[in-house]
């Protein structure tokens, strides 16, 4: 079919480039009788003038002969335009030549460029049609890596690419086999174990099952902050139609994180999508540390007796670590203790700082004393008096101890009042101050300020349906 095509293409272009040379005589004819009939209406115009007295017979014959002249010059040079040009020889020249490379060009291809043209054995390559150059490169790059962890099966750097690699050409299988492998010989590296839990997540389709949970729950036992563990366990509970824990433990996950942080959107991310499906507004949801409660991983965990709990002191500052007593051993909660207790003696009688008091808030609330938390970024807003985020911190907690009975207390309106004598425009600021103002009652002044607090909340904020949803509520009562 193809040489059809090509084929037609061709008598085409030839009839294109043939076709003015075939008409050429006709063209040639009638520019001879262009010139006739200029050199006519120069003698008819001339006659004219004689037959009007406007020159005399005797000027009017020596112009008849110079235009008789300049007549017969032209049709000489024509004469001798079409001698030189010779148009059959160039018409003939040119048919063989447009003719002559198709023919000639077809001739060469079916002997060198032919699809059916067999190369020497000299010219063969040994490499396979379907060897992709990349996936040479990661072939090798995988052989390489292998050589080299079985000479050093310490290095927890090669096993990690090795166990990514084998992730990035989504051969799981593989991968969970170098993340076992790697564990094995090195079983106390969190980034390792970390790794190996977000691939038992990859394998079973993005489901984090039991044990998986398990593996981050321990993982947060040795390292509370790691962030790939609270994320996935705040995913587990999303998965299992618990998504206000889930977003309590990615608020948490988020408030302190940096900026730049790459991990950030993807959290944030999973936060909007599960708020705006179950119409929750994440600013309601106290931010929640997955080993703070006793979660459902906690079930499986021997209980702990009131022996195994170290009791408090607070003259000697060894806080109450009761509440969190279900989630670690003996050993690691009198190391928590002294730790918090260690950070506020320090404070009160050394050199506090701003960071210290919100470090010390922070512990409170995981140990669950409002009390003690509101006392320590009281401290560091005494410290910074323009930062709202102490004061925001003091806020949520004094709604936190509100039933649904209670008064709002001064001390949180006041609070209040500093936040959006700071930044009127403040979102943490404006929500509160609807939740008081829905709180007393005051429904139109609750419109007001979540009203503004749609105005300032990006477009793809997650709280912005929650926040509809209760203007909605108050405009229907």
Do not use: C
Not at 372 to 388: G, L, T, V, W, Y
């Amino acid at each position: 079919m193809i040489w059809v095509i090509l084929s037609f293409i061709s008598i085409i272009t030839i009839i294109i480039i043939l076709w003015p040379m075939v008409t050429n005589r006709n063209l040639d004819s009638n520019e001879e009788l262009i010139a006739k009939n200029f050199y006519n209406k120069q003698i008819e115009d001339l006659e004219r003038d004689i037959d009007s007295n406007l020159i005399s017979q005797e000027e009017a014959e020596d112009i008849k002969i110079e235009i008789n002249r300049r007549l017969l010059k032209s049709f000489n040079s024509e004469n001798i335009v079409q001698e030189i040009n010779k148009p059959q020889t160039l018409m003939w020249s040119s048919i063989i030549i447009t003719l002559g490379i198709p023919f000639l060009t077809l001739t060469i291809y079916m002997n060198l460029g032919s699809p059916e043209f067999k190369t020497s054995d000299s010219r063969e390559s040994n490499i396979p049609i379907n060897d992709h150059p990349e996936e040479k490169n990661v072939n090798n790059l995988i052989s390489t890596l292998s050589k080299r962890l079985e000479l050093d099966q310490n290095d927890i750097e090669g096993w990690l690419l090795l166990a990514r690699t084998y992730r990035e050409i989504n051969n799981i299988e593989n991968s969970l086999d170098v993340y076992r492998k790697a564990i094995s010989f090195n079983p106390n590296t969190l980034p390792l174990l970390a790794e190996y839990g977000e691939a038992l997540v990859v394998a079973n389709n993005g489901f984090v099952g039991m044990d998986a949970q398990t593996l981050f729950y321990n993982i947060l036992r040795k390292d509370m902050n790691n962030a790939r563990a609270r994320f996935y366990v705040g995913l587990s509970f999303s998965q299992n139609g618990d998504p206000k824990q889930a977003i309590a433990i990615w608020r948490d996950l988020t408030k302190d994180a940096p900026p730049s942080a790459p991990w950030l959107s993807i959290v944030r991310q999973e936060m909007s999508r599960v708020a705006s499906e179950e119409g929750i507004m994440p600013m309601s949801i106290t931010p929640t540390h997955p080993l703070t409660n006793n979660f459902q991983e906690n079930k499986k965990t021997e209980e702990s007796t009131e022996n195994s709990v170290p009791k408090p002191d607070e003259e000697n500052y060894l806080p109450d670590v009761s509440s969190i007593a279900n989630n670690f051993s003996e050993d690691n909660l009198k190391m928590i203790q002294e730790m918090v207790g260690g950070l506020e003696a320090r404070l009160e009688f050394g050199e506090e700082n701003y960071e210290g008091w919100l470090q010390l808030g922070r512990s409170y609330i995981v140990l669950k004393n409002n009390e003690k938390a509101i006392n320590a970024f009281e401290n560091a807003s005494r410290f910074m008096p323009n930062e709202i985020f102490p004061l925001v911190q003091i806020a949520n907690l004094l709604i936190r101890g509100l039933g649904s009975g209670d008064k709002v207390p001064e001390k949180l309106e006041e609070i209040n009042m500093k936040i959006l004598s700071i930044n009127g425009q403040n979102p943490d600021g404006l929500f509160i101050a609807g939740l008081i103002a829905e709180k007393k009652g005051d429904y139109q002044k609750a419109l007001i300020y979540w009203e503004n607090l749609l105005k300032v909340l990006p477009e793809d904020d997650s709280a912005i349906q929650s926040i509809k949803k209760r203007i909605l509520a108050l405009k229907k009562d």
